[in-house]
């Protein structure tokens, strides 16, 4: 076996470093490469902006690549990727926005599609008829950055003009929808934004916008109404049909105003005031007033026809209203009442006249309780007031509460401290109309009808018969006297023309200038004219000589007679 060899003999290794060797020129034209794509794409990134998803419930009309973002018309973003959320219940839109309008991408910025819309109020988003659907973005006001979003199903409302929007709350919806317009006197201010079920299910929410200037003539005490009605009102005038117009008719609108009674307030209502959206004018007209204070009214007689809501009404204007109909058990007289609560307010009528104001001013009217009490109390004591049930309409029967003046009244006395003070009444003509009309049926029922009618039976018929003998009669005039009559009628026109030419004979004969007669009569009127002569000179004489029938004519001296 070899031995080892040792170890200390073997030649040790010495470490030389390899020579450094240039770089060679061929790298550098890749390494300028890189560095040009590594500025491009920090380039591209910076200017791309940033990237945000939007969640829609469909991607109707959106595309990736194709379909914008834009705001006021300006294109600030684009889709690049559009695919289904995780549970495949909506859809997910991813876009890039660029960089200068990334500052816009806030919590409360909203986005939704939109599409060409076409309605009875008017056509939205034609544009896209040949660019196609677009997402619409609306900035917003939070300070806090955000990339993820959820879409709206439906349209904003931006309000590009200056106004303000109020809630209105309303029983059903009606003919109210979006868009549907908003009236002031007939003229349109506004429109519906939206509409939705409030959140405790009893109410429709309606959010409308009024564009200003006309936002200030919404009060704390405006009172808004559905205007897509036809009011048909007959008066003293005639048939009178009303409607806000024919849009409103066809999709429904809403109309505003502020009743002059109804508060004192001039204050412009606030951003987001709550409404009550009234079925027509004449509810709306009938809302509770502030100024109202309740009264009761005890009527011992029926009050069938009188319901909730009838007017009440101050020497023939509107002064208030029925609110609560039931009966009250009077014990000391062991009987029933109807007990009426009205709500009364004497300002509705007197809020336009001078007087009215005054009232107000001095505090007798809707100054404070006590000053309307005393004034009522005397309209009571020194003018008799009273109210008293009255019939609206004979066809339906409908009644109403009338305050006026009963002079003759007895005298009433009114415990104003009860909470609600009780106003005195009269008894209606009603019942008396009643008696009436009941004696009137009695008398009428106690008639011998069945007689009156067969003996009229009896006559008619006895009139039918006498008809027909006239009829006969006159038949038989027609064929045997009719005949006889015209032939005594031809007779009688030859007369006449015979007497015709008879007095033409006479007039020539007797009446013509030259007529013999006429000499005739002539040469007779001339011997008259000389015998009257004669005689004159005959009586003259014996008037002179009365004697001489007996002595005869005396003989004449000196020419005398």
């Not at 450094?20 to 990134?45: K, M, T």
């Not at 990736?64 to 600030?76: E, P, Q, R, S």
């Not at 303000?164 to 007939?186: C, H, M, N, Q, W």
């Not at 000053?371 to 005397?378: A, K």
């Amino acid at each position: 076996m070899a031995e080892p060899a040792d170890s200390s003999e073997l030649p040790q290794a010495i470490v030389v470093a390899p020579k450094r060797r240039r770089l060679s020129i061929v790298w550098v034209i890749p390494i300028l490469a890189a560095l040009v794509a590594i500025g491009i794409a920090v380039q591209r990134i910076r200017s791309e902006g940033k990237i945000i998803t939007i969640v829609f419930p469909s991607a109707e009309g959106i595309e990736a690549g194709k379909t914008f973002i834009k705001y006021k018309d300006v294109n600030i973003g684009q889709v690049s990727a559009v695919q289904l959320t995780e549970d495949h219940s909506e859809v997910e839109v991813t876009a890039r926005i660029t960089q200068r309008s990334a500052s816009l991408m806030v919590g409360d910025a909203r986005f939704w599609v939109v599409r060409p819309t076409i309605s009875l109020t008017g056509i939205s988003g034609l544009n896209t008829l040949l660019s196609g659907n677009y997402i619409g973005f609306e900035a917003g006001t939070s300070e806090n950055s955000q990339n993820e979003f959820i879409g709206l199903a439906a349209p904003p409302f931006v309000a590009s003009q200056l106004g303000r929007e109020f809630i209105l709350k309303a029983e059903d919806l009606g003919s109210v929808s979006t868009s549907s317009p908003i009236y002031f006197r007939r003229l349109p201010v506004g429109q519906v934004i939206s509409y939705g079920l409030a959140p405790d299910g009893t109410t429709i929410e309606i959010r409308v916008f009024i564009h200003a200037p006309y936002d200030k003539f919404v009060k704390p005490g405006t009172r808004f109404w559905k205007a897509g009605k036809v009011d048909v009102v007959v008066d003293g005038g005639g048939l009178d049909i009303r409607t806000e117009s024919l849009v409103a008719l066809l999709v429904g609108g809403v109309s505003f105003d502020t009743p002059a009674a109804s508060t004192p307030d001039t204050t412009d209502a606030p951003q987001n005031t709550v409404f009550t959206l009234y079925a027509d004018r004449a509810a709306a007209w009938k809302a509770p007033d502030a100024h109202a204070r309740n009264y009761v009214l005890h009527f011992n007689e029926s009050v069938r026809g009188l319901a909730v809501g009838a007017p009440v009404t101050l020497l023939g204007l509107p002064a208030g209203e029925v609110t609560g109909i039931s009966l009250d058990p009077d014990v000391a007289n062991a009987s029933l009442r109807a007990r009426v609560t009205i709500a009364f307010n004497p300002e509705r009528s007197l809020a336009q006249a001078d007087a009215g104001r005054k009232a107000r001013s001095d505090g007798m009217l809707g100054g404070n309780d006590k000053g309307r009490n005393v004034f009522l109390q005397r309209l009571i004591d020194e003018r008799g007031l009273r109210a008293q049930l009255k019939s609206g309409s004979l066809l339906t029967g409908q009644l109403y509460v009338a305050l006026e003046y009963f002079p003759r009244a007895p005298k009433a006395t009114i415990n104003w401290n009860r909470d609600v003070p009780e106003l005195p009444v009269v008894s209606s003509t009603l019942s008396d109309i009643e008696n009436r009309l009941t004696s009137i049926l009695d008398k009428m029922d106690k008639l011998p009808l069945e007689a009156m009618g067969q003996a009229l039976k009896t006559d008619l018929e006895a009139l039918g018969e006498t008809l027909v003998s006239a009829n006969k009669l006159i038949t038989r005039v027609d064929a045997e006297v009719v005949p006889t009559l015209k032939a005594d009628l031809d007779a009688l026109n030859r007369a006449l023309g015979s007497m015709e030419r008879a007095l033409q004979n006479a007039d020539a004969t007797l009446l013509g200038p030259n007529a013999p007669a006429q000499q005739e009569l002539r040469d007779a009127l001339t011997e008259f004219t000389r015998a009257a002569r004669s005689m004159r000179v005959l009586v003259d004489y014996l008037e002179r000589h009365p004697e001489s029938p007996i002595r005869g004519k005396a003989a004449t001296t000196n020419g005398g007679k």
